[in-house]
Every structure is written in C-alpha cells, then in structure tokens.
C-alpha cells in the first residue's frame, strides 16, 4: 500500500476493521488497542511506510475514501483479539516475518531504476528475471507497476521483463515543471527504458492505455519490436467511436480535471467516488493512487488525455508484424469495439475476444490467459538481426 499512502497528506488514520466493519472504542480493553497500535507502527516502519496512525475514536464512516481504503485492506480487528497476549519477548518474530514477507514481495522480486527519458523526464523503472529475450510490459496510464506483478512473475520465468511507471506521477512533488503528456512523449519513454538496459529490441505487451502507447512506439520504430499483443487497450479516434457508460463519465470528468490545478480540486471527490464503487477490493489499494490527492489527479489526467485523445488510425497501417488484439465480450471500461476497430485497421492483426474480462480483471490474469501472450510472442516473433 505504499504508493497509496505516499500519496494521501499524512498522518492517514487507520481504524480496526473486521469483517467490514469497524470495531468500536468501547468494544475492547485498551491494552489491546496499545498493543495493536504498536505492532501497526513496528511493521509499518520495517516496511518504510510513514504517516499511519491508529484511531479508536473514528469509525469507517467518519473517514477520508482513502483512508477506508487502507483499513479495509488491512483488517487489523482481527487482529485484536490475539496481539494483546504476544510477550514482549517475542516481537523479534514479528520483524523476522515482516522481512520474510518484503524478501518475497514485488520490491525485491523486481530490480529500480531511475531511467531519463528523452526529454528528461524522470522515470521509475523495473526489471526482473534474466534470458537472452526481453518482454516490455507498457503499462497502464498512472498505475504503480506492482499491479502488473503476476505479469512479470510470469514472463521472469525464462526471460527479462522491464516496465516502469507514469511521467510525472511518482515521486513527484509540488508544482515543479510539468514534463510532457502527448503520446509522443510517453512512447519515448518506453525506448528509454530499454536503452538503460541495453535492449536492441522486445516483445511488447500493452496493458489498458499502455496498448495505445505500444501501438504508437511500434509504429515509430518497428525494427525493436520483436511481437506485439494489445490487452484491453482504451484507444482514441478521429471521430465519435463507441464508448461504455463508464467511458464517457470518465473522459467528462478527466476533460474538466486536466483543465487547471483548481479545477482538479473541484472535480476530486467526485471521482473518488466514481472510482471507489467500480473498483473490487483486492486492488483498489494499487488502482486509486493516481486518485489519492486533486495534484495527482491532474497529472494523472493531462497523462490519460495524451493517450484516449489520440487517434490511433493512422498508426495502424505503420504496424507490418501480426498483432495479437485481446478485448472481451462485457468490458465495460473500455468499449470492445475499439479494439475490434484497431485489429481490423493492423495489416495483420488477430483479434481475440474472451468471454469476460476488463481492465481490472486484466491485471489478475490466471495463467491460462498469460499462456495465450506467451505463446503468440513464441509462434510470431521477428527474429532478431
């Protein structure tokens, strides 16, 4: 949780949840709530996540859309009945499972890098796992990579996977000079980051916004591109195109966010509520944090509109190798028939339409669903010069 937490102006109170709902001041003795709020500050600093605090005296309701966020995940009611008879004696065991978890989390797992892009953007980039082929997962606009873990952690098997993390959106701060947005911009930091590591050419697979990014790139310099497979990608076109319900209140509410800083801040609650009814659970602590404050928000907005607000077909006909087209039958984020739109435009493009699945689902794919990118990369790689 700590790109969501890094972004919420600290302290972010966190309140015992079980089971859904909050454990009231009054329903257990104050020893255990002493004892929870230690373990809470002891894990919370092995784990550098600053700025939790404990509350007995809020409830789920009295708090920030975030904040209910961060306690629902961690559920620390649970917790209550148990962390109050641990000796002190035995609290070393609770640093040694703390580092046993970080050793096996995404952070370990994958190797960060600060890439400069182009035009000097700094960029949070990642690598994992070791072979002669390299995979570029191009992710989704303004979302921490953890949540394409199971898609590296699948490619890292047998090869090297690299992916970073939005211009502009992580570790920034204040108002400094705002880098690029346009299209142009965020395809050139896909070329950044394969040229720190060292990389002639890839397999490319886009993710959600990430598909239009890759589209783009590929068409630019198709010589680096070794196979390409577009996953539930949220394309723009020239004219007016099909949109789902949820398309066209979130591009509304981006147009009037990216205006201006002041006009982010007047449309913030608004799309933290759009976005915490549409977002399950057990991702919204990765999915909301372009969402966490209104400065985020415009940047991650302006980032959206570079992608959504370029008109993908004039690219298509520059993309010669065959492309693997993914949508489903019921996405309701980004409407299937863009995706149709782009596989019939590629001079070889393969469409594929699952039965379910959006962007969401996306990121929790089962392996059947990552087998299908790896064996279309395996039968239609260009082979390397």
Not at 34 to 42: G, I, N, Y
Not at 213 to 226: D, G, K
Not at 251 to 269: P, W
């Amino acid at each position: 949780m700590r790109p969501l937490v890094e972004g919420i102006a600290a302290p972010v109170r966190v309140v015992a949840v079980v089971r859904g709902r909050d454990v009231g001041a009054g329903d257990r003795p104050p020893g255990q709530w002493r004892a929870l709020r230690a373990l809470l500050d002891r894990v919370a600093r092995r784990a550098e996540v600053r700025g939790l605090v404990l509350s007995r005296e809020d409830r789920l309701d009295d708090l920030h859309v975030f904040e209910r966020v961060i306690s629902e995940r961690l559920a620390l009611g649970e917790l209550l009945d148990s962390v109050g008879v641990v000796p002190v004696d035995r609290l070393g065991e609770v640093d040694a499972l703390v580092s046993e978890s970080l050793a096996e989390g995404f952070d370990s797992f994958s190797r960060r890098d600060t890439v400069v892009s182009a035009d000097g953007a700094p960029l949070n980039a990642y690598a994992a796992g070791e072979g002669e082929e390299t995979v570029i997962l191009v992710p989704a606009c303004g979302m921490p990579a953890a949540l394409a873990e199971s898609w590296m952690r699948f490619f890292a098997r047998d090869r090297r996977v690299l992916t970073w993390e939005s211009r502009g959106l992580f570790g920034a701060s204040g108002h400094e000079v705002e880098p690029a947005t346009h299209i142009g911009a965020q395809a050139d930091d896909l070329f950044a980051v394969m040229d720190h590591h060292g990389v002639r050419d890839a397999h490319m697979i886009g993710l959600c916004g990430g598909a239009a990014i890759a589209l783009v790139a590929t068409a630019a310099e198709p010589s680096r591109v070794r196979s390409l497979s577009l996953w539930h990608g949220a394309y723009g076109f020239g004219e007016d195109y099909p949109k789902t319900s949820h398309q066209h209140g979130l591009i509304e509410l981006m147009t009037a966010a990216a205006r201006s800083r002041t006009a982010a801040e007047a449309v913030h609650a608004a799309f933290c509520r759009a976005m915490l009814t549409s977002t399950p659970a057990d991702v919204a602590h990765l999915v909301l944090y372009p969402y966490s404050s209104a400065e985020l928000l415009y940047r991650y907005c302006r980032l959206n509109l570079g992608i959504t607000g370029t008109d993908v077909e004039p690219y298509l006909g520059r993309v010669g190798l065959p492309t693997l087209v993914v949508t489903s039958r019921d996405d309701d984020i980004a409407h299937p028939e863009g995706s149709q739109r782009v596989a019939a435009g590629l001079p070889r493009g393969q469409l594929r339409v699952e039965p379910h699945g959006d962007h969401i689902s996306l990121f929790s794919a089962d392996a059947a669903l990552l087998r299908v990118a790896e064996e279309f990369m395996t039968r239609h790689r260009v082979p390397a010069p």
